[in-house]
């Protein structure tokens, strides 16, 4: 089982490369965006948009709605987390 974080895309670092700079909840990371690129959305047009980030590969874009959404559902597991332990 794997897990994609939503982070937004804010800069691209390198275009030959394909990597860009993604806050991921205040937490800026470059990961590659190989997987969300093609001839019709260049890597210059992915600044702003919201991607499913795992093992530091953007795998696929995602509306903003989705992502607020998987960042409270992300966010709940975490205070049930700490509420189990402590």
């Known amino acids: 089982m794997c897990l994609g974080i939503p982070g937004q895309i804010i800069e691209i670092t390198n275009v030959n490369h394909k990597l860009a700079l993604v806050n991921i909840g205040g937490v800026k990371r470059e990961v590659n965006i190989a ?19 795992h093992v ?22 975490a205070t049930a987390q700490v509420k189990i332990s402590t």
């Open 35 to 53: 997987c969300i690129v093609d001839e019709q959305h260049p890597p210059e047009a992915c600044i702003g948009d919201w991607v499913l980030v």
């Open 56 to 77: 530091g590969f953007a795998m696929n874009r995602i509306n903003e709605q989705e992502a607020a959404e998987t960042l409270q559902l992300l966010q709940e597991l």
